[in-house]
């Protein structure tokens, strides 16, 4: 297989991987940690440890590789519950997000989480809070177990202090009616500080030609991260504390075999102005990358349209949607950029805009006899993240037809899709894996599931395009639940 990520590693393998839909098992019912410190940082930079903190994840219902819980929290002088809907990307990866308001002082976070060989899961915090005249990040690494507590584990993480200088990135704005505006050169510096218990602080400043300002940042390094495999890698997970233009989530990772002191850094943001942004950068400590961000070439294939059917929503709070069926439509792309539409989801249902980007990609086929490749079997494996945002107004008959009072409901939504492409190198099949984890309306009302969408060959020629500047706009499926439990709650 030939490898992009990190650091354009090359490899060669004799085994060909299709797409197939996770098989999860059911995690335990309690999960409660082992005592922990986090860390909350303050708009200025300044940071309060809180310490002596402890949690259970109480899990109270799964469906597949779905869930439902509530996460207890306390330091025995303050404390709360939040209600977390999640699911299990992998045999190892879960992704959870809190819902509804936090207790004063408290964050709403996305939480990282992975389950060990030794039995524990790990999660890596990031949350943001905000009051009247005031935002914060609060960050924490923590192990958690099932029934009881483990013991206090000494954590070993990469020291990602200094500062880090980026090269010049071009990146694409999507906007709620689905324009789209490319933007750059950007330039990134980070500069960090690394405190106990893998927990990371500093400053993202930024220019990108237009507007320029600096941000703080926090996060956590993940501890132990794939250093019993054939190559040493590290990640750490990074969120602004409420950006003056955009609000982001980076997903930063080092190839370390080859070189610790550049990473790769993946930005997800939301602007303050109805618009998302995605971009990858590549950033060297000290001095700016000796090396540029892939372009896909490989990734030749993808534009077209994929249709998903027969899987099931599963709804924080309410019933599950049942048997639901969806189209995505990749109308273009511009290096690992792309961008679309989900369609129609049932009728009279619209979507909203996507924007997605390629951070990895590899080729993987079997070999010939005489050591050649064997082109009937070579496809495209790649990771993206699939940005959704949009403002959307639908008559709730539309998603029940006997609803008892029946009106117009209007929702501001937004989402990110852990997304895994399967495609033919040479033909036009493939498939895409969506692990959708999303949040709708205020943040009291969450969607998650996993969904296999297969490649229509047959209309990968001229997908259809809906209106907006130059073919770009279109629709997608953030929105479903929120408009579902709207309807419910007329």
């Known amino acids: ?7 354009f590693i090359i490899i060669i393998s004799l085994l060909a991987a299709g797409a197939r839909a ?15 410190e986090a860390e909350r940082i303050g708009k200025d930079g300044e940071t309060t440890t809180l310490a002596n903190l402890s949690a259970t994840l109480t899990i109270t219902s799964q469906s597949g590789c779905a869930f439902e819980g509530i996460n207890s929290w306390t330091n025995g002088q303050i404390g709360g519950k939040e209600t977390v809907a999640g699911i299990i990307d992998s045999e190892t990866e879960i992704t959870m997000l809190e819902l509804g308001e936090p207790p004063a002082g408290g964050s709403t976070a996305r939480i990282d989480a992975t389950l060990e060989t030794n039995g524990l899961m790990r999660w890596r915090y990031t949350g943001q809070g ?3 005249d005031d935002r914060w990040v609060t960050v924490f690494d923590a192990d958690f177990a099932p029934d ?6 000494e954590k070993d993480c990469l020291d990602i202090s200094g500062t880090w200088k980026s090269n010049a990135t071009y990146y694409y704005r999507l906007y709620e009616d689905g324009t789209r505006e490319k933007v750059g050169p950007l330039y990134n510096t980070l500069t960090l500080t690394m405190a106990s218990d893998c927990l990371v602080s500093g400053t ?48 930063v990772n080092f190839d370390c075999a080859l070189d610790c002191d550049t990473m ?10 109805g618009y998302g942004v995605l971009f990858d950068s590549y950033l060297g400590k000290g001095e700016g990358p000796t090396v540029a961000p892939p372009d896909c070439e490989w990734v030749n294939n993808l534009v077209g349209t994929y249709t998903a059917s027969g899987f099931d929503i599963f709804r924080v709070p309410g019933p599950p949607l049942t048997d639901v069926s969806m189209t995505m439509e990749i109308l273009g792309r511009d290096g690992c950029t792309f961008w679309g539409h989900a369609g129609n989801i049932g009728d009279g249902i619209p979507g909203t805009p996507l924007l997605g980007l390629i951070p990895w990609y590899e080729l993987d086929f079997d070999l010939t006899a005489d050591g050649g490749m064997n082109r009937s079997t070579a496809i495209v494996l790649a990771t993206a993240s699939i940005l959704q945002i949009g403002h959307v107004c639908v008559n709730t008959s539309a998603i029940d037809a006997d609803c008892d009072v029946c009106g117009e409901v209007c929702l501001n939504t ?15 099949e493939g498939t895409v894996k969506w692990h959708y984890v999303g949040t ?21 020629a001229a997908p259809t395009t809906t209106p907006g500047s130059d073919g770009a706009a279109g629709r997608s499926v953030g929105f479903l639940v929120a408009l579902a439990a709207a309807a419910a709650a007329l």
């Not at 297989?1 to 650091?7: D, G």
């Not at 030609?209 to 600096?214: E, K, S």
């Not at 794939?226 to 950006?243: F, I, K, N, W």
């Not at 790769?264 to 102005?273: A, M, R």
């Open 414 to 428: 937004s989402a990110v899709v852990d997304a895994q492409f399967t495609l033919s190198r040479f033909t036009d």
């Open 22 to 36: 996770a098989e999860c098992d059911t995690l335990a019912k309690y999960w409660v940690s082992a005592p922990y």
């Open 1 to 7: 297989m030939v490898h992009h990520s990190t650091m």
């Open 130 to 132: 905000a009051a009247a």
């Open 440 to 460: 709708a309306d205020d943040g009291q009302n969450a969607e998650v599931f996993d969904a296999v969408f297969a490649k229509n060959s047959d209309a990968t």
């Open 204 to 251: 993202n400043t930024w220019d990108n030609g237009v507007a320029n300002g600096t941000e703080v940042v926090a996060g956590v390094v993940h501890a132990n991260t794939s250093r019993d495999g054939p190559y040493y890698t590290s990640a750490a997970t990074l969120v602004e504390m409420g950006g003056m233009y955009v609000d982001g989530r980076m997903e």
């Open 264 to 273: 790769q850094l993946h930005f997800i943001g939301q602007g303050k102005e």
């Open 148 to 153: 009881a507590a483990p013991a206090v584990a």
